[in-house]
């Protein structure tokens, strides 16, 4: 689909590395190799929040016969070194140690932290970069940095989820504020590899819900006769305090035989209150090389039963990738094929969809609720 207004707001050249939280540790160039996959949200104000996700990466990660990796620790950002003949450098963000093969255990080249950026109501232009409230690793769980925050409003209360990537595990860190720019750490609540964590904007049946994504290394064939594939999904759980999370006992939205993607799936907007139900975007990968084609698709929920998807649009994309849009900066790029919508805000007439575009910069699209049936 195409839609009238959409564009990049935000890219690599607009993060001043001066502010970086490195600085004061890392005696090695860096440059952003992405500012992107932002958490998005309104503000008191009027304005809107982008939570722009900064990956900031070695210039050099291979100095001499070592390839380097970017951690916190408590005494400050250090490189780690590991020898090129004992790693698989077939990704520019990370490496595969061989000597833990077949199960995959990685370094990165890169860290990322989050920038609040503050919006124009329309989402279009930049009105100031808030690089006093940045948030980036102070703890173990965040050794490899912090990643993709979603931010949900819930009785004029701001929750921020982000997946948390350390040697220690893999999960979702929930943050809270209470004017949408000023966050405080409020623990992990999804244990090792369930990324993807959105919370519906809204209590039902005085309980918190959110979709959930949790990953493995190992799936079971679904048959001939099913009309889904195996992998990952997206799971429907609820919470009495945002902290206790009891998934359902049935399975949600998955990936189908049929479906327009036929690798992975996972969630990308926190669901929407709208007069139908719970509107919620996702995004599903179909196989092509290494990272594959990321789409955006969508699905209406029913407003007193989520779990009940009255309608799902798994074929035809809502967003794809649009090479049009990074022309100016196309010498950045890394990767193709990929949008990662990661949130919505209602604007009256029409919806407002933050996104990622390419891993590389944010997109703002503007979506016509009439797309939607709504």
Not at 8 to 13: A, E, H, S
Not at 157 to 166: A, E, G, H, P
Not at 315 to 321: A, D, G, H, I, R
Not at 322 to 348: C, N, R, W
Request: net charge negative; proline share 6%; charged share 25%.
């Amino acid at each position: 689909m195409t839609f009238e207004t959409d564009k990049l707001v935000f890219r690599p050249g607009d993060v001043d590395l001066k502010h970086s939280p490195f600085r004061k540790d890392l005696n090695a160039e860096t440059f952003v190799l992405g500012a992107f996959n932002p958490g998005f949200t309104s503000l008191p104000n009027g304005n809107l929040l982008i939570m722009v996700r900064v990956a900031e990466a070695l210039k050099e990660p291979v100095m001499g016969k070592h390839i380097h990796a970017i951690t916190w620790s408590p005494e400050g950002y250090r490189l780690e070194a590991y020898p090129l003949n004992e790693v698989i450098r077939d990704d520019p963000r990370k490496f595969t140690l061989k000597k833990y093969l077949p199960t995959a255990v990685m370094g990165l080249t890169s860290l990322s932290w989050l920038l609040p950026v503050e919006l124009s109501p329309d989402g279009l232009q930049v009105v100031e970069i808030h690089y006093d409230k940045i948030i980036s690793p102070d703890r173990s769980s965040q050794e490899y940095g912090i990643e993709d925050a979603r931010i949900s409003i819930i009785e004029e209360k701001y929750y921020m989820t982000c997946c948390t990537v350390s040697s220690e595990r893999h999960a979702t860190t929930l943050f809270s504020s209470t004017d949408g720019l000023n966050y405080s750490f409020a623990g992990i609540i999804l244990d090792h590899q369930n990324k993807d964590m959105l919370i519906f904007e809204g209590k039902l049946n005085n309980k918190y819900y959110a979709l959930t994504r949790p990953l493995g290394a190992l799936y079971f064939d679904t048959g001939k006769e099913s009309e889904y594939l195996s992998g990952p999904s997206i799971n429907l759980a609820s919470s009495p305090d945002l902290y206790h999370w009891k998934p359902t006992d049935f399975p949600f939205i998955r990936s189908k035989k049929e479906s327009g993607f036929t690798n992975r799936i996972g969630g990308g907007t926190p669901p929407i209150h709208t007069p139908k139900g719970w509107l919620a975007l996702f995004h599903g990968v179909e196989t092509k090389g290494k990272v594959g084609i990321y789409r955006t698709y969508w699905a209406l929920l029913d407003k007193e039963n989520p779990h009940n998807i009255l309608k799902i649009e798994d074929k035809e994309p809502l967003l794809e990738s649009k090479p049009e849009l990074t022309e100016d900066i196309k010498e950045q790029i890394y990767l193709d094929d990929v949008v990662f919508t990661t949130g919505i805000v209602d604007a009256g007439d029409h919806y407002i969809i933050a996104s990622g575009e390419l891993d590389l910069a944010c997109r703002i699209t503007h979506i016509p609720k009439s797309y939607f049936g709504l």
